[in-house]
């Protein structure tokens, strides 16, 4: 035994063992982060029905869920192959079906999983419904409401289209209900502001499934959702369930919208240092924007964190260091413009956990999470992680 | 067999069959680009050693090499691993080493494979000759060369550096030759500026390789390259190599510096319309920037092509329309702003292809290339790509 030891490397215990760079996961992070959402929710009496497509990770997902069989937002039909596999029944495929897609959610269905699909049109409607019809069995759908002018969904005042949809579904398929995203939620900043969109999202949707209701039309389900609505609604009379993904992970973008902080971040790149250039007070990491991604998404807020925040490996920021630049597997890290304070003393080959501005996207780098708990550089556990379609 | 055939879906033979979105490469675009700088190489008296980070395919690789044993470029030690893997003998590994992955080097170089690593600190180099004496043989670097600011490496005129670290190489590694790249010809536009970043890197390599001589030292290999250059440089003496990636496919950043056209680009995602917004003018498709990335490489050029060109089934862009805006898996998709014309008169369900701003950020989103050639919408054949460290 002691032989093969020696033959094999040693699987790593720490972090100093991984190889860089690697996505690292604070789960005492991500069981804060739930328990403060769901909390949340329960005191405002509604279901949370969390997006999957953050953590694209069984693990991960199980502790999102309030059940191991869901219910689940996902927006890849890979994703909802994945999480059904592993138990989840009850799934929404919250992007807008293409009529192609439908022999996979049938399959889906004949295999025992309410999967229920979102659609803005009559044709995809009569898609629906001769894809009932093919399955024996309604298939369920949301009609997408427009809350905020984002990108898709009917106006909830436009109730020709709605009782149309709603009417053509009536045909062999079903309405499950109406469901809307204030995406545009992502460019408000301030609590102010933000409750400002989380009611324009409630009432959009209680609109428009009054509109259906008033045409004879059942609509059990009221849906709204995003991470930056879900923590700053203060009424949701009316709506059912609240969807949310980011809020699992939170994130520089997050922060900067003013619903977590940087402490409440559970994901990070770990990264090592590769070269100086000292007359630039240039760091050189390991990590580029393979590794994080190229969301610039708080380039457009108040305080511009380039690629990332640099932290130790306890996972503490070092003060006003990030990465100003990123090549495919280079990273820049150097003081915020304008700082104050000298460079970290951080050698060759020392290592350094990012944090990343947008978790969805630097996840999707990736194909594991290395799980640790607080500020302990002991690995927990590796949770895979999967991406396509 | 009549029956078999109707319970299992048929594998896709056409574009058409693809689930959506996904990755489309087209094969005779890829040759044509490929044998353009060869002949240019060939031209100049230099080897093209590819960087094959751009491909992450052994398919690909195979297309874009010399010989099937190399010589290659590559970003990661898991694409080292796995060219390796597939036969290639002869490898840089062109991102500064740190010590912590040497013995994933010793371990390729144990089985064959001449793999050779890039510094550009006297720390790296100590680390090697350890590395060295721990294999019982050398282990061959390029000292880095900074030759336009753009990130790391040593100024060619730092002799004391340069004869620091190819002395410490001595001591049991080997000095294998200088190594430079010039990524800021990204940010240069037109033939005579382009012209003057590859004289500048020609320069810096040479001089640099100069110094070394000069001091007693050996430098078989002056390695310059970037795919701007690499199409731009009139001269390549003292220069022994080029080492280029993007060139095989192509992209929006590289038309807009101007070293090739829209129809040379060989990488699309085949994407499926799934809404439209009519009173904004917009078609949203199931492409988002998951599938896109968020490389916005032209938001800086003289043409910003959003998030990508948009074509038809048959790979031909439709006038002025283009992909600007995307959300993790919705693309929006409409005309350029302030371009005349009407929107294409495309359906839920219609297909299209989009052309990439940065092919090696959209391919590294995607698990494999569904490869075509020309107009035909044919699949000849599905070629795995790989990503990772």
């Known amino acids: 035994m002691a032989e093969t030891a020696t033959l094999a490397p040693a699987p790593p215990t720490t972090l100093g063992d991984l190889d860089t760079p690697c996505l690292v996961l604070?789960?005492?992070?991500?069981?804060?982060?739930?328990?403060?959402?769901?909390?949340?929710?329960?005191?405002?009496?509604?279901?949370?029905?969390?997006?999957?497509?953050?953590?694209?990770?069984?693990?991960a997902?199980?502790?999102?869920?309030?059940?191991?069989?869901?219910?689940?937002?996902?927006?890849?039909?890979?994703?909802?192959?994945?999480?059904?596999?592993?138990?989840v029944r009850d799934i929404t495929y919250a992007v807008g079906i293409a009529p192609d897609k439908l022999p996979r959610v049938l399959a889906l269905r004949a295999r025992g999983v309410d999967i229920a699909v979102v659609l803005d049109t009559?044709?995809?409607?009569?898609?629906l419904?001769?894809?009932?019809?093919?399955?024996?069995?309604?298939?369920?759908?949301?009609?997408?409401?427009d809350c905020d002018g984002h990108r898709s969904g009917v106006l909830p005042g436009?109730?020709?289209?709605?009782?149309?949809?709603?009417?053509?579904?009536?045909?062999?398929?079903?309405?499950?209900?109406?469901?809307?995203?204030?995406?545009?939620?992502?460019?408000?900043r301030g609590m102010d502001a933000l409750r400002i969109c989380a009611e324009g999202e409630r009432r959009a949707a209680v609109d428009?499934?009054?509109?259906?209701?008033?045409?004879?039309?059942?609509?059990?389900?009221?849906?709204?959702?995003?991470?930056?609505?879900?923590?700053?609604?203060?009424?949701?009379?009316?709506?059912?369930?609240?969807?949310?993904?980011?809020?699992?992970?939170?994130?520089?973008?997050?922060?900067?919208?003013?619903?977590?902080?940087?402490?409440?971040i559970a994901l990070s790149v770990l990264a090592t240092v590769i070269g100086h250039q000292y007359d630039k007070g240039w760091?050189?990491?390991?990590?580029?924007?393979?590794?994080?991604?190229?969301?610039?998404?708080?380039?457009?807020q108040a305080v511009n964190q380039g690629y990332g925040v640099v932290c130790d490996l306890a996972g503490q920021p070092y003060a006003d260091l990030i990465m100003v630049g990123a090549n495919q597997e280079?990273?820049?890290?150097?003081?915020?413009?304008?700082?104050?304070?000298?460079?970290?003393?951080?050698?060759?080959?020392?290592?350094?956990?990012?944090?990343?501005?947008?978790a969805c996207a630097t996840g999707a780098q990736h194909g594991a999470y290395h799980v640790v708990r607080g500020a302990s550089p002991t690995l927990e556990a590796t949770w895979p992680r999967f991406g396509g379609w």
């Open 330 to 358: 280079h990273g820049i890290v150097a003081l915020r413009p304008g700082a104050d304070g000298a460079l970290p003393a951080l050698a060759i080959g020392d290592r350094v956990r990012i944090l990343p501005n947008h």
């Open 26 to 59: 604070d789960v005492a992070r991500l069981e804060a982060n739930v328990s403060r959402l769901r909390a949340r929710l329960d005191r405002l009496g509604v279901t949370l029905r969390p997006h999957l497509k953050t953590a694209k990770s069984v693990e």
């Open 283 to 300: 760091i050189l990491v390991d990590a580029g924007w393979m590794a994080m991604s190229q969301d610039r998404g708080t380039a457009k």
């Open 129 to 145: 419904v001769v894809a009932s019809r093919q399955a024996g069995a309604p298939v369920p759908a949301y009609i997408e409401i």
């Open 61 to 87: 997902g199980r502790r999102v869920m309030v059940t191991p069989s869901g219910p689940a937002t996902v927006s890849t039909l890979q994703e909802a192959e994945q999480f059904a596999a592993a138990g």
């Open 158 to 188: 436009d109730a020709d289209r709605l009782v149309a949809i709603g009417r053509t579904l009536a045909n062999g398929a079903e309405l499950r209900g109406v469901l809307t995203h204030a995406g545009e939620s992502y460019a408000a």
């Open 208 to 264: 428009a499934a009054t509109v259906l209701r008033n045409a004879g039309l059942a609509c059990p389900v009221v849906s709204v959702g995003s991470t930056p609505t879900a923590f700053a609604a203060e009424d949701l009379t009316g709506v059912t369930e609240v969807r949310a993904g980011v809020f699992v992970f939170f994130d520089l973008v997050m922060t900067g919208i003013g619903v977590c902080t940087v402490s409440d």
């Open 122 to 127: 009559v044709a995809q409607a009569e898609a």
